[in-house]
């Protein structure tokens, strides 16, 4: 990345652009927290082929993902499925608890300096930052948190004969 940069947005496109410079400057690990992926647009394919180069640039990378709702997930998003069944060593889902389904913001953040920031999810307002350790610290430490309270969980996975 360049210099340091703190830069608002406030449309879906913006959003979706900050969050592709957000993965292409993921080098070890990604966290992602958000409803459902949906407004991410994380099943197009080239943000799973971005997933994808982040995750075959290294065997300690990883891409840790927390969602409100999974079905959406498992119902729309088939190309990230896909890529959670070939990189599932890589990749941890979890599912917030009913308590904390009132968060409404939702980020992507790389190697504890970038991220794509939205203040909440019905509207497309928030921030990209960039190579900001600082700006970013308060938001991995919250992942952390909510890491901990959330419950472990195996998208796309099928049980029974």
């Known amino acids: 990345m360049n210099a340091p940069l703190t830069h608002p947005f406030d449309t879906e496109a913006a959003y979706r ?50 969602l409100h709702d999974i079905a959406p997930l498992e119902r729309f998003l088939p190309r990230l499925i896909e890529l959670m069944r070939l990189r599932g060593h890589m990749i941890e889902t979890r599912k917030t608890p009913d308590n904390l389904r009132n968060l409404t913001d939702c980020w992507l953040l790389a190697d504890g300096a970038h991220g794509a920031i939205r203040f909440h999810v019905d509207h497309p307002r928030g921030k990209l930052v960039t190579d900001l350790a600082p700006e970013i610290e308060p938001w991995w430490r919250r992942f952390d948190d909510l890491w901990q309270e959330c419950e472990m969980c195996t998208p796309g996975a099928t049980t029974g004969l």
């Open 17 to 66: 652009a900050a969050i592709d410079v957000v993965l292409t400057a993921a080098r070890s690990e990604i966290r992602i927290f958000d409803r459902d992926l949906l407004q991410m647009a994380l099943g197009k394919r080239e943000r799973v082929a971005l997933l994808a180069d982040f995750l075959a640039g290294g065997r300690d990378r990883r891409l840790c993902i927390v």
